[in-house]
Structure formats: structure tokens, C-alpha cells
């Protein structure tokens, strides 16, 4: 096998490539591939960026692991402790259908000292299979929201803040029916000692 490699940054470009031809190996069954990944980002404004990415898996002879997939995706900071994370992507390979094949995410994310608020969205299609790397779970449209209150109390010499937290999430198939739901609550107590207490809840179905 043989490979070729390049990273760098260029002013606000961020660049990666990779590029590798893997030879026949008779007794694992493998024949010839090349495997291949360009991924571009570039900063924008203060602390963003967007980005983008393409990969490939194709074998000297048309195979059933013929494989590309491409995407892009974007992180926008805000202010000091607002974040939008996102990204969309798709896939191209022989051995499945040529539909519902993308995937996609949105996420805010607000994280101050004293409130935190995040909100996401996550969906993957039953075809979405990408050649180079993995999916954890295909067909699914995942929501999911947090809250949190977090005070320091001004007068107390024991207790440095509070948290209190609430989340829930839920995941469905592409057919709309619920797979998995989890709904919980946190409190925390940071002591001024370095001690920590916590009480949790959690009710999950699968």
C-alpha cells in the first residue's frame, strides 16, 4: 500500500487531504482500494468557521464498497456564550438505495455562567452510509432540549453555586414511531471546600 498526505493552513484556510491505495490481499478476501479524504475550513468573523468535506472509497474494478460522500458544516459563535453548530451531509454508495441517504444537525448551544439553554436537532437517513468511518444509528430523527439555572449565592461560605438542570430527548425511526425517549433532572452543590454533591433523576424508554 502507498499513501499520500498534506495539512496546512493557508491565511484562513485550513486544509487536509489524504490519499491511499491499499493492494490485494488474497487471504482476507480484499482486493485493491483507494481511500481517499480532502476536508477545507476556513474562519470567519471573530471565533466561526465553515467547512467542508469530501471522501471516497473505490476499489480498480466497480465494487459493491464503492463509496463517496461529501459535506458541509459551520460553527457560528456569538457574542461571548451563544454557539450554533450545523452540519449537512450525504452519501453515495453502490450497495444501497439512492434516497434518504442524507444526514443533518442543528445545535444552539448557550452557555453562561448563570443560565444554559441548548436545543438540537439530528437527523440520519436509512441510507446514509459512509465508505470511510461509521454511523452509530441510521434512520432516526433525534430531538433534544436542556435547561439549566446555575446561581452562586453572594453571602454563603459554604455553598459556591448551585445547578439545576433539566433535559430531555427523543428519537424517532423514519416511520415516526418512538424508539427511545429520556427525560431527567440534576441538582448540584459546589462547596467553597471543593466538595461536590449531586442528586439526579433519569426515566428512560426503549
Known amino acids: 500500500s502507498s499513501d499520500l498526505r498534506l495539512t496546512g493552513r493557508l491565511g484562513r484556510y485550513t486544509i487536509g487531504a489524504i490519499n491511499m491505495q491499499t493492494g490485494e490481499e488474497t487471504a482476507a478476501n ?22 467542508a468535506i ?21 460553527t457560528l459563535a456569538f457574542f461571548r456564550n451563544l454557539t450554533i453548530n450545523s452540519y449537512w451531509a450525504r ?17 444552539l448551544d448557550y452557555n453562561a455562567d448563570r443560565y444554559g439553554l441548548q436545543l438540537e436537532q439530528l437527523n440520519v437517513g436509512r441510507n446514509f452510509n459512509p465508505g470511510i468511518g ?38 424517532e425511526n ?14 448540584d452543590m459546589d462547596l467553597q471546600n471543593g466538595d461536590k454533591f449531586i442528586a439526579s433523576y433519569d426515566n428512560a424508554y426503549e
Do not use: C, H
Open 134 to 171: 461509521f454511523v452509530r444509528r441510521t434512520n432516526i430523527a433525534k430531538s433534544l432540549g436542556l435547561v439549566r439555572f446555575s446561581p452562586r449565592p453572594r453571602a454563603s461560605k459554604i455553598v459556591r453555586k448551585y445547578w439545576f438542570t433539566g433535559s430531555a430527548s427523543y428519537v
Open 54 to 74: 469530501m471522501t471516497g472509497r473505490y476499489g480498480t474494478q466497480a465494487s459493491t464498497t464503492d463509496n463517496a460522500a461529501y459535506g458541509v458544516d459551520s
Open 91 to 107: 452519501t453515495d454508495a453502490r450497495r444501497t438505495a439512492k434516497n434518504d441517504d442524507t444526514s443533518y444537525r442543528a445545535q
Open 30 to 51: 480484499a482486493l485493491p482500494t483507494n481511500f481517499s479524504v480532502v476536508r477545507v475550513k476556513r474562519d470567519i468573523l471573530r471565533r466561526s468557521s465553515i467547512g
Open 174 to 187: 423514519g416511520a415516526g414511531r418512538l424508539d427511545t425517549r429520556n427525560r431527567g433532572g440534576e441538582f
